[in-house]
């Protein structure tokens, strides 16, 4: 089974913490300086949104130069390799795929007043900016570091984990013996009540 | 790698932190778990906020005006021309047309001497700061009611011993997120959490009941929620006999307030109100938060006295876990008033207009000060149009972006015969300055800050300031030894504060700086070496007030005016209202407030790259009936108009607001919501202007419109000025031999 971060809604606090450490620790590396997280308010609640890792990933599936590939349980894209295209990112049932790539360098681009271009996308994900390379961007579990997502490491509430074979087994024993131990109680208490 | 351990720049939880340093440098910020109340964590401001240290554009030399540019002079030329001007103001027109905004920026040290400097060197009592803007209303409140103007309890309690909590009138979760998680751990524990706010804030989100109280109505609900507690006897009458004074009079006031007529007037189902009413009275310890959801109306103390009243009559008050906590927004907003930044009080909460208290600090200071209270902040910009204040000091403060109607105050600064501001960078304020000093900064000096939780920590410097900066202490000194005084012989931060512990002896006596240099701070009161600090106020039952009971107020509200009659019912009620009502003109209700990722007027988030990336711009929430209505879709740009003033920035289309009301922040100069909000409608008790309701009308806008609007906003806050004189100073300094 791929591996994959998630967040705990009840905890998550909306503090955009995880969206600014993802940029911090891929920008280090040399990596789109982009988040590969997006937190989403919604009337229901809010919480990042990020790559599932899906096992039968339609990412991988529609990439038409092989920039996104299995590997290690993980679903990975080569930044190198990717054409820009925007497959992916339609295809990507979670929205976790945005086409992004850092803006040129320069005083013109770098005015913080400047308006984005004006353009009116057919699509949002078609948006684009004078001078900008976009390729897809996704989170990549920080497989470049030893201590693993950033994110998790950040989060001040500790909203974030991973989910793993292990994680997936632990929850399923755990429900297992909830399940036994539910319905022997409720055995017990028929019992006790005839 | 050098690791510098100090206390966050941002907001008033006070979090500690651990600088790494290369090359004089900051290079990345940790969290430290040493500290009991951000244990490790830190939110996007405190881990990546941090950039505007290093920033090329710091101010480096003082500036002086010159054919309507800056020039670089000496800090001899620069204090030189400060002296002469003031002299010759004072001598003609005497010492209060100086008036001095400190700022809750600065160190404790740096509010002391601010203030000493005002008081008995200018020999004015006008000197205040932006707490006027947040929590004046919590000073005079709290300081009427229960007699220290200050979060009674620690934050940590929150977690561990309450079990139940009513957050009301604040974002927790954006503006101070290490709060919220205090709470998150409570709500784990099986703490009850009641969330009172107009938007689906994330704590409302999360809450257990959430009451969707309309702007401005905080006094019916509390009073509401009184009324169910006296009525089902749910009330604590032997504490209200031996400890309060006033229950009678509160009791006959929350009659009126029956929680069915309530919910007419503000929609909030009765019930839920009865709910809350319950839940509160009889939780083990209640802890209510507040912020300027409370404060910034023209009824923000009348408000602030509601919960106080709330609190002791059910005595959720003097437990651990159990307290009023007013959440403070600025890392030293609590310091600079306890340190005396006030127009009406000096260092330790004393009166300038107690005779007794005057002569302490007469003797103290070796002169004699006046006893006339001073100008509010909010007073000042009417006061200098009047001709009466000609000269203004800024001591890091950004009222071009921050204080309300800017219009109306730009005009005001234009009209002064000085105008210095001392700041890191050359501010939309320092822009208008005749004089600009640069100033060291968070990161680069000592001293100390205190928390929201009364919680004395102290600072410490990791980095060498750029230039010719040097700590705001320093340019107070400087300034007083030139104009002729000599009691400000300070060698540095620490001299200062034991000149504080000295004069407010019963707050900070036991605070010296070796202690908290071993400890993550100390809260006051902490009169002796030997004193642990005091994490509970009133545990003893015993309040601060001249009486040592706690005093119940009657609150009364009516959205237009209270009648007559209701008011003579009572001697002397606090009364509310909404002073600028929507109408078929301006059918909207604007409302302001923050971001997490940014702060105030981003003099320093601004200068961070990934805080930039997170808030690249003002987005407007917009309810999607409106929207839907108004034909806008999410990101398009609209036009948003007061009385005062139209902004133009995008839409963010949320049901965070409710319909018929619009939110947007102050942190953006192309689209300062400043310009709309009202600075004449001002809270009786303490001046605090009503930011958080004006009249506003909505309009679907265009891009050629918001470009227009941010040339007509590049013309008001000339933001090229910045860089070009950046550059300048830059070369001169190359130039010199």
Known sequence: ?194 | MAKVKTICPYCGTGCSMLLSIERNIITDIDGDPSHPVSEGELCPKGLYGFKHVADPERLRTPLMKRNGGFAAVTWDAALDAIVQKLGAIKAESGPDAFALFASARGTNEENYIAQKFARAVIGTNNVDHCARLCHAPTTAGLALTLGNGAMSNSIPELGTDSDLIFIIGSNTAECHPLVAKHVLKAKERGAKLIVADPRLTEMANKAHLWLRVPLGHDIPLINAMLHVIVKEGLHKADFLRDRAIGFEDLVRAVEDYPPESVARMTGIPADDIISAARGFATAKAAATLYAMGVTQFTCGTGNVVSISNLHVVTQQIGRPGAGICPLRGQNNVQGACDLGSLPNLYPGGKSVAHEADRVWFEKAWGVSLPAKVGLKVTEVPNEILAGNVRALLIDGENPMLSDPDIKHFGHALEKLDLLVVADLFLTETARRADIVLPAAGWGEKDGTFTTTERRVQLLRPAVTPPGEAKPDWWIFKTLAERMGYSGMAYQGAEDIWDEVRRVAPANYGGMSYARLDKMPGLSWPCPSEDHPGTPILYADGSFATPSHKALLKPVLFHPISVPEEKRKAFEAPIVGHIAERPDTEYPFMLTTGRRVYHYHTRTMTGRAPLLNQLGPDEKIELNPQDAHELEVRDGDYIKVSTRRGAIVARAWVTERVPPRTVFSTFHYWDADVNQLTNAENLDPYCGIPEYKISAAKVAKSSSAEAKANLASQREFYRPEVERAVALQTHAEKELQP
């Not at chain 1, 925007?86 to 929205?95: D, E, S, V």
Request: charged share 20%; proline share 8%.
């Open chain 1, 1 to 194: 089974m791929n591996r994959f971060v998630i967040a705990d809604p009840e905890k998550c606090i909306g503090c955009h913490t995880c969206e600014a450490a993802c940029v911090h620790a891929h920008e280090k590396v040399g990596l789109v300086a982009y988040p590969r997280l997006t937190v989403t308010h919604t009337k229901a609640g809010t919480m990042p949104v990020q790559c599932r890792h899906c096992d039968d990933a339609p990412c991988e599936k529609v990439c038409p130069v092989n920039a996104i590939t299995f590997v290690n349980h993980e679903v990975q894209l080569n930044e190198s390799v990717c054409i820009g295209c925007k497959m992916c990112a339609i295809a990507c049932p979670f929205g976790a795929i945005t086409p992004y790539g850092s803006l040129p360098e320069g005083p013109a681009l770098q005015e913080p007043e400047s308006l984005p271009a004006v353009n009116d996308p057919l699509h949002p994900l078609l948006a684009w900016t004078v001078g900008q390379r976009s390729i897809a961007v996704k989170c990549d579990l920080c497989y470049f570091q030893p201590e693993g997502p950033e994110c998790i490491r950040v989060c001040p509430t500790k909203a974030l984990y991973i989910v793993d074979d292990m994680a997936v087994q632990t929850s399923n024993a755990d429900k297992r013996v909830a399940s036994v131990t539910a319905a022997t109680e409720g055995h017990i208490l028929q019992h006790h009540q005839t």
